[in-house]
Each structure stands twice: as structure tokens, then as C-alpha cells.
């Protein structure tokens, strides 16, 4: 396990839920001590012949990521666990994966010449979560930075510095994620580049974090 320059260990957690239960997940989450997270839209498939007849195999899911410390995580999941009782079958599905370093309000991030004696990955994913229609700003530091691409997912979020009420109602704000998928070696400087430009170590402004891959295929250099 790799650790943050500040000792701690983190960690994503990674939830697949029916629709509409998402912002569910997140509520019980923060009640645990995550400071918030990010759903996007997705489908699952289903392997039943009634549905298929009737031509409803693609059912609607929502996908939240979080990110906590790893003791924080582990009761996080505990509990959701329990109150959406994903033993059952159709109730979900839940994660987590190491996390290589991240930058929220503060930055947070072990680089090569930190990890000498561990392995290295060939490649990192970098994610960032930022508001609606800074994702291009996301792109261009990242190019600038050495970056070759990236993807744009559309997502809403639901931080402590983003929930809104209208009418005694939680407003989600939409959100955008970019994904990309840098070299190692480019990782710290685009990771850097994104942070400087948007503002990331400010409350609110978005959140980055960095995963290992372990194998690619259909990259070209």
C-alpha cells in the first residue's frame, strides 16, 4: 500500500447502485466521515429472459466515487453495506482501490523518486472532478503539461462546499470528470499544471486523484 506525503493512506471507494440511490450512498457516507463524492450515469445488463422479452436488459445505474482515508473508508463501507444490504441480489455492488495521491484542498502526492524501491506503473489515470464546463480548462493545462488526451464524463457532485437548497431541497450541482491516462513520468507534472490553473487547493473548486494501471491496451506512442 502506498501512502500520502502526510503518512496517510487513502483510498477510492467505488459504488454501482440502482438509480436514484446514489445520493443515498453519499448521505450515509458523510454521516461516516467522507467529506462528500461524485455520481455519474451508467447502465448495467441483465441476464433475464422475461426482460429480454420485453426488451429491458439496460437498466439505469448510478456510479459514485469517494475518497477517504482507509480506516474511514472501511467503516464507510461497513455501514452502507449494511443499509443497502448489497448481499441481496440487484441491491449493488462496491469497491475500493489504492490511491496513488490526490489534491483537494491540499496536495498530496508520492512521486517516482519517493517510491524508489516499489514498483513503478508504466502508466497512471488521473481523474479530475471539477463544475460544469471547466473541463476544458482541465484539458488544455493538462496538454500544456504533457498530457496526449483525455475523456470528459458528465457527473453532479455533492460536497460540503456544494450542496445548494432551493425549497428545502438539496441542489446536486453537475459536474464534469476528466479522465486521462498519462505516463508515469508526465503524471506530477500534469497533475501540478491542473491543480495551479484550477485552483484546486481552494474549497469547492474540484478534487484530483491518481490510480495505478496495471495493464493498457490500444495506446499508441
Do not use: W
Request: net charge neutral; proline share 2%.
Amino acid at each position: 500500500m502506498k501512502l500520502s506525503s502526510d503518512g496517510k493512506e487513502f483510498e477510492l471507494i467505488c459504488f454501482v447502485v440502482n438509480f436514484g440511490v446514489g445520493s443515498k450512498v453519499i448521505k450515509l457516507a458523510k454521516q461516516c466521515g467522507i467529506s462528500g463524492g461524485t455520481i455519474f450515469l451508467g447502465r448495467g445488463t441483465v441476464n433475464n429472459p422475461i426482460l429480454k422479452f420485453l426488451d429491458l436488459t439496460d437498466i439505469r445505474k448510478e456510479i459514485v466515487l469517494m475518497l477517504g482515508e482507509k480506516s474511514t473508508a472501511e467503516y464507510a463501507l461497513e455501514v452502507i453495506n449494511e443499509k443497502l444490504a448489497l448481499h441481496k441480489p440487484n441491491h449493488g455492488i462496491a469497491f475500493t482501490c489504492m490511491v496513488r495521491g490526490y489534491v483537494g484542498r491540499q496536495f498530496s502526492f508520492r512521486s517516482e523518486q519517493e517510491s524508489r524501491g516499489a514498483e513503478i506503473p508504466m502508466y497512471h489515470a488521473i481523474y479530475t472532478v471539477v463544475d460544469r464546463g471547466k473541463a476544458e480548462e482541465v484539458m488544455e493545462a493538462a496538454t500544456q503539461a504533457g498530457s496526449r488526451g483525455g475523456t470528459i464524463i458528465n457527473a453532479r457532485g455533492s460536497g460540503i462546499h456544494e450542496t445548494h437548497t432551493l425549497f428545502s431541497m438539496a441542489i446536486e450541482p453537475e459536474k464534469e470528470i476528466v479522465m486521462i491516462l498519462a505516463e508515469s513520468k508526465t503524471t506530477e507534472a500534469i497533475v501540478t499544471a491542473i491543480r495551479n490553473e484550477l485552483h484546486i487547493n481552494e474549497p469547492g473548486n474540484g478534487i484530483i486523484f491518481v490510480l495505478d494501471v496495471t495493464q493498457t491496451y490500444g495506446l499508441r506512442q
